[in-house]
């Protein structure tokens, strides 16, 4: 057969050239950026072809003759001479590719080339790489060996009348372009994305990159790259996205790891299920623009406020064998020995397993009181983790958005009653190996009796599946090389006071964590100081209230516009403006910022903002306000 199929190329041709030979208006290729690449092998299906003609290689794209290439691929042609325009077919799929034209028609939709076709000493060339790929093949260059490896899909292995279904978050759809496999990974459109996910949009670059817009989150695909920008940031990864039929094609389960979700397909059924977790945020995600913005003033005054407290566990973030080399250990405690018998606290806790195995996590009380009992009136929360890098947005805003919008889970050890020497488990979770875990819980413990309580609250591990009530040895060590907080202060809550704006002044900048007004939680003041604390200036697991009068003397309405732009390195959290909670996405500092309007109907009146930070920087976010 391969016999066969050589000579077929070969007269096929030399048949075409015959055709050639009598065109006197072809456009003829100049040499220009033109190499000739005979030292170039081509397999297909394991079997190496032979060439005659020159192997052309322009703007680093190999052009093979059209006759060969196609009938090696098994793909038949036709060619409009008064057009000069090829026309392509193989197993019901079509390519019309025209003489120095960059667009291609593949099933009727319109798409790029990288490198068109063109008529070189009488032979016309295709381009190897995307006639094969469009055409269901598969490409792979060894620049070693440099050598073309074609793998072709054979029809007959899969029955085209059964269609591909896809789940998209429990969402059905019959999809009317297939899930393709290469090299064991798969692709799908990026319009089933877009179509089916909230919070999601995508659109063409003039670049002929695809942008993908996922919850706040941007991906930026280019055909054939294995270099995506995600968030700006250019990563490298082994898969390859690839246009067909005019559409992009994305490696599914890089998007979706990415994105935080999981992924099933079952190929023998043609069904994949696909859950995007951050596809089910509460809020809507605040537009990003990009720009400089000036240098903030200092928040002139910050106080904390409310009766809730705080504790974090958040060192050491890396649990390591070396910094917890037992099987148990205490990661953070707080000895509350309070006046009033009913208390409110908030647990925060940031950790990533580095120990190599699967340990289990948990928040407990233990009653220190010798004759007062205690209750958990109330316990609600928010536990959310993630193995992937961008934890920003996997549990971080998760978090955020959660505690704004008052849509905290209500707990289980709601109402559990603790007697004086029992310890009790409030929450517990399994962590896995390189995996981050982020929580928030909201937990009130009254006295039963009215007495006085006096108890212990300890974030704690095992890698040995222990009984975690009886881990009630003093915290770890802080990981001093680390600086991530831990301690107990006395409120969750800062809130800041900004001077009186007048319409139509200048812009305004204010800074709302400098290091001093706002510098609340040292290491010094915390309330727990057992093996060491180290501040909070990040405000990790707080809310930040910001309140800012207006004054408008004209007359008229005016229009306020309030920016929020990052300050100490990559920032993204939730704001509640007026009642109404955003998501942040991702700002660089300083270059990036989202924005929002208010109309100003009186002479006098008040801005409330509140956030919550999820990014992980220490000078977290400046707040402008200016006229429009």
């Not at 590719?97 to 319109?110: F, P, Q, R, W």
């Not at 793998?151 to 591909?164: K, M, S, T, V």
């Not at 990036?592 to 220490?618: D, I, P, Q, R, T």
Request: charged share 20%; net charge negative.
């Amino acid at each position: 057969m391969l016999n066969k199929l050589k000579a077929l190329c070969i007269v096929a041709t030399v048949v075409f050239a015959f055709i050639l030979s009598g065109q006197t208006s072809a456009s003829a290729a100049t040499d220009k950026g033109i190499q000739i690449r005979n030292n170039v092998t081509i397999n297909i299906d394991g079997e190496t072809i032979q060439i005659n003609d020159p192997i052309l290689n322009k703007s680093d794209f190999l052009l093979l003759p059209m006759r060969a290439l196609y009938e090696a691929i098994g793909a038949s042609v036709d060619w409009n001479n008064e057009t000069q325009t090829a026309t392509a077919n193989r197993n019901g799929k079509v390519i019309n590719l025209t003489i120095d034209s960059m667009t291609a028609l593949v099933d009727g939709y319109e798409v790029s080339v990288d490198v068109a076709p063109l008529i070189y000493k009488e032979r016309t060339y295709m381009p190897l790489r995307f006639v094969t790929e469009n055409l269901d093949g598969n490409v792979n260059w060894d620049p070693n060996s440099q050598t073309v490896n074609i793998l072709l899909d054979d029809p007959a292995e899969i029955p085209q009348e059964d269609p591909y279904i896809l789940h998209v978050n429990n969402k059905r759809i019959v999809m009317s372009e297939p899930i393709v496999t290469k090299q064991s990974r798969s692709y799908i459109p990026a319009d089933y994305l877009t179509d089916y996910l909230d919070n999601s949009a995508g659109n063409w670059l003039p670049d002929k990159s695809f942008e993908l817009q996922i919850a706040g989150m941007s991906f930026v695909f280019k055909d054939g790259s294995n270099n995506v920008l995600i968030n700006n940031e250019s990563v490298t990864i082994e898969e390859q996205p690839f246009i067909q039929k005019g559409k992009m094609y994305v490696p599914i389960t890089f998007v979706v790891n990415t994105l935080g979700g999981n992924l099933r397909y079952i190929s023998e059924k043609r069904e994949m299920y696909i859950y995007v977790y951050r596809a089910m945020y509460t809020s809507d995600f605040l537009e990003k623009s990009f720009g400089t913005t000036s240098y903030p003033q200092a928040v002139p005054s910050a106080r904390l406020e409310g009766e809730r407290d705080l504790m974090v566990s958040d060192n050491p973030e890396n649990l390591t064998h070396d910094l917890l080399p037992k099987s148990n250990a205490t990661l953070a405690q707080y000895h509350v020995t309070p006046t009033s018998a009913t208390n409110k606290h908030r647990i925060f806790g940031w950790h990533l397993n580095k120990l190599g195995e699967a340990v289990n996590i948990g928040i407990t009380i233990e009653n220190t009181s010798s004759s007062e009992s205690i209750k958990v009136s109330s316990a609600k929360g928010i536990t959310q983790m993630s193995g992937n890098n961008w934890v920003g947005h996997d549990i971080g805003l998760s978090i955020a958005d959660a505690t704004l919008n008052g849509k905290l889970k209500k707990s289980d050890s709601t109402g559990v009653v603790i007697a004086p020497g029992e310890t009790k488990v409030i929450e517990t979770f399994e962590m896995f190996p390189d995996y981050v875990v982020g929580f928030l819980h909201d937990i009130d413990i009254q006295a039963v009796n009215g007495g006085r309580p006096d108890y212990m609250i300890r974030t704690v591990l095992t890698k040995t599946n222990s009984d975690l009530t009886k881990i009630k040895t003093d915290a770890v060590a802080i990981d001093e090389y680390a600086k991530h907080p831990r301690g107990a202060w006395p409120s969750a809550t800062i809130l800041a006071d900004f001077p009186a704006y007048t319409v139509d002044t200048p812009e305004v900048g204010y800074n709302i964590s400098n290091g001093r007004t706002d510098h609340l939680q040292t290491t010094e003041n915390s309330l727990s100081q057992i093996n060491g604390a180290l501040g909070n200036p990040g405000h990790f697991g707080m809310n930040y209230k910001v309140s800012i009068p207006l004054v408008n003397d004209t007359g008229s309405t005016k229009t306020i516009k309030v920016k929020l732009t990052g300050r100490g390195g990559l920032y993204s959290g939730a704001v509640k403006f007026n009642g109404k909670v955003y998501l942040v996405p991702s700002l660089r500092s300083s270059s990036e910022y989202v924005e929002f309007e208010y109309k100003m109907k009186g002479s006098s009146e008040k801005l409330e903002l509140e956030l919550m930070h999820a990014g992980g920087v220490n000078l977290p976010v400046a707040i402008y306000v200016e006229t429009k």
